[in-house]
């Protein structure tokens, strides 16, 4: 029975790597895309690291043409980047580079991908954002960028769940990664206040158990928190 495979964005560390992890548990083979995986020390037979900007189009057709005839059942769209200030104090760039990675990447991977999923009736997993449902004080670029990889996940779903693709959107609230090594607030780390990275990972591998299909899932701690810096 050949090995069911998913495609995973943002792989090298945070929740995209544990969400490698679990599929790899789970006896998937895994490619991995991320610009960089100096930093990632774990190796696993299944999973397969491509060095990927999913912003460069031409590094993705590259990735593509290495996978156009490889099954795949899942992909998971969890690259994103943020940065948080009052709106007229983001830069351009800054503003490109959110629009570019949380939103226009994983609608050109979907797009990629669409036939394969057609063929294994599989899912995409779209890890989004709590700033997706509320609203984004000091990041309403990166709460818009959010929003709207939610809205084209339902109407995706519309559109090819008579194919028996799944699409699911997950909403995480402040999580345990080091996406935060760079801001100037970070969660309170405390068991209550704070979502483990893994605990994304594991609801993923139960809705997928599932026969029916959770279409979008909201995940918070039990209190909110944080630290500024």
């Known amino acids: 029975m050949l090995s069911k495979v998913a495609v995973v964005s ?66 998971v769209n969890c690259a994103g980047v943020g940065y948080f200030a009052l709106h007229e104090n983001i830069s351009y760039e800054e503003i490109e580079k959110m629009i570019d990675t949380n939103l226009k990447a994983p609608i050109y991977l979907t797009k990629l991908f669409l036939h394969h999923l057609k063929q294994t009736k599989g899912y995409i997993f779209n890890i989004n ?11 309403a670029v990166y709460g818009a960028t959010k929003a709207g990889l939610k809205h084209f996940g339902e109407s995706l779903f519309g559109e090819y769940r008579k194919s028996g693709i799944k699409v699911v959107n997950i909403e995480p609230d402040l999580t345990k990664t080091s996406w935060f090594d760079d801001k100037n607030f970070s969660y309170h780390d405390s068991m209550e206040t704070v979502i483990e990275p893994k605990e994304i990972a594991r609801v993923i591998q139960d809705i997928i158990k599932l026969d029916a299909v959770v279409s979008d899932i909201v995940i918070q701690p039990q209190m909110f928190r944080i630290e500024k810096s």
């Not at 954002?129 to 990041?139: D, E, V």
Request: some cysteine.
């Open 129 to 139: 954002s709590i700033s997706a449902i509320k609203p984004a004080t000091y990041g």
């Open 10 to 75: 943002g792989a090298s560390s945070g929740i995209g790597l544990e969400i490698v992890k679990s599929f790899v548990e789970n006896g998937f083979k895994v490619f991995g895309l991320a610009r960089d995986f100096t930093k990632c020390e774990f190796y696993h037979d299944e999973f397969i690291k491509r060095e990927c900007d999913i912003t460069n189009q031409k590094q993705v057709a590259y990735f593509w043409e290495q996978m156009k005839k490889q099954r795949v059942d899942v992909l």
